[in-house]
């Protein structure tokens, strides 16, 4: 698997190659902080070539795969010495413990520079991707989507968001200008939830308008405004039912507010459309991914 290959699997994701690059450049320069990897420079001969191997060590949904390989293209291509990358899954898979995920072959120097770096973006969209399949699962069988939020890691949201998918989630919105999202301190600051709406899509017409309500009554002024989506914020079960008979399909219906997975099937149950789940991005555990060292 060359570098075009991975940027290719990277843009087919709708990802930006380089964008991930540069971010990948940049972590490995905090790593380095201006000076070498003194431990393997120390007890790594120069030309010592090895294959790591990247193993899961439980099982999961696997997201990152080309994103670490580009990790281990990028500090190899620094020394000027190539590493040959070999992909045994696939973002999306589930995986069991003993599996490998990837193998790269080249100078060991560059593969144990790398290795950290390659496994904390990979162990972290894999878990993000392992948290967000628990929960697709978990609402099998009904109409409703568990989608994701804005609670993501500063610089690693289309990483995180992307983990999402893989996981068999929905994006919501990517950033602030794509959508518009009213929620309580924008009605305060407005002076009311139909006109905090009102204001957003007289500016912004052509914007999808999600507004949070927080009572059925709210809900039925929004829907009567016209909104594109209502999220239904700390809403019981019984008012989720309602809320759906009352719209009667003429607008989507998200679900949010300190839900859990022991949830899902209650909420599956009222017919909402999605429930967001910030929890996937900003508390999903590592899944654990480690790399075994071989000498060649």
């Not at 990837?102 to 162990?123: K, Y």
């Amino acid at each position: 698997m060359t570098k075009d290959d991975i940027c290719a699997q990277l843009t087919a994701a709708g990802l930006d190659p380089n964008a991930i690059s540069g971010l990948i450049d940049a972590a490995i320069a905090e790593d380095l902080a201006g000076g070498v990897d003194v431990t393997t420079v120390a007890t790594v001969p120069p030309e010592q070539r090895s294959q790591l191997d990247l193993v899961a060590r439980a099982p999961g949904v696997v997201a990152g795969i080309p994103i670490a390989a580009l990790v281990f293209e990028n500090v190899a291509a620094s020394a000027g010495s190539p590493v040959d990358a070999s992909q045994d899954r696939s973002d999306g898979d589930a995986v069991v413990a003993g599996d490998v995920l990837l193998s790269i072959r080249g100078r060991t120097r560059d593969l144990l520079t790398a290795e950290r770096t390659a496994l904390n973006l990979l162990c972290h969209l894999s878990g993000v991707a392992t948290a967000t399949a628990k929960w697709a699962v978990a609402l099998s069988g009904s109409q409703t989507r568990v989608r994701d939020t804005r609670k993501t890691t500063p610089l690693l949201r289309s990483l995180e968001k992307y983990a999402v998918r893989c996981g068999g989630g929905v994006n919501h919105r990517m950033a602030l200008s794509d959508a518009a999202l009213v929620k309580d301190n924008h009605v305060v600051a407005a002076g009311g939830v139909a006109a905090a709406f009102e204001a957003v899509r007289s500016q912004f017409p052509g914007i999808p308008v999600e507004v949070e309500v927080d009572s059925l009554d709210q809900l039925d002024e929004v829907v009567a405004a016209g909104a594109d989506l209502v999220l239904l914020d700390n809403f019981t079960a019984d008012q989720m039912t309602e809320a759906v008979r009352r719209v009667g399909g003429r607008v989507l219906l998200e679900a949010s507010g300190g839900l859990t997975l022991s949830d899902a099937p209650a909420v599956a149950a009222t017919g909402v459309d999605y429930v967001a789940v910030g929890a996937l991005t900003h508390s999903a555990p590592v899944l654990d991914i480690g790399a075994d060292l071989e000498s060649i």
